[in-house]
């Protein structure tokens, strides 16, 4: 159950960083109501991950996914340049990710 709540936490802290961003220093209301409540479920996710699993590996873990969907979603959605050195290396964090699940 760890392994999925901190796979979910790390989808919302891919969720506020995004909403961080689009939140104009704080002065856009929806994308700094979204950060608030992403960063509350992705902390409290990872707190409760922490519970039973290695510090280091849930962080290493939860800061993977985070950053490889926040690419992914500015690649997609935002204009952030696609580039194959870029996508490999994405992938690459992704089978890391991976590696510590399985080595766990």
């Given at each position: 159950m760890a392994w999925i709540v901190l796979v979910i936490s790390g989808c919302m802290e891919a969720v506020w960083a995004t909403a961080l961003g689009k939140s104009d220093g704080f002065h856009r209301f929806g994308a700094s109501a979204?950060?608030?409540?992403?960063?509350?479920l992705s902390m409290a996710g990872l707190a409760y991950a922490l519970r039973t699993l290695p510090v280091g590996t849930a962080y290493?873990?939860?800061?993977?996914?985070?950053?490889v969907l926040t690419v992914a979603y500015g690649m997609v959605f935002d204009g952030e340049a696609v580039s194959a050195p870029k996508v490999l290396l994405l992938a690459g964090i992704v089978g890391c990710v991976v590696g510590l699940k399985v080595l766990h």
């Open positions: 979204v950060f608030v409540l992403g960063m509350l290493a873990v939860w800061v993977g996914i985070g950053a």
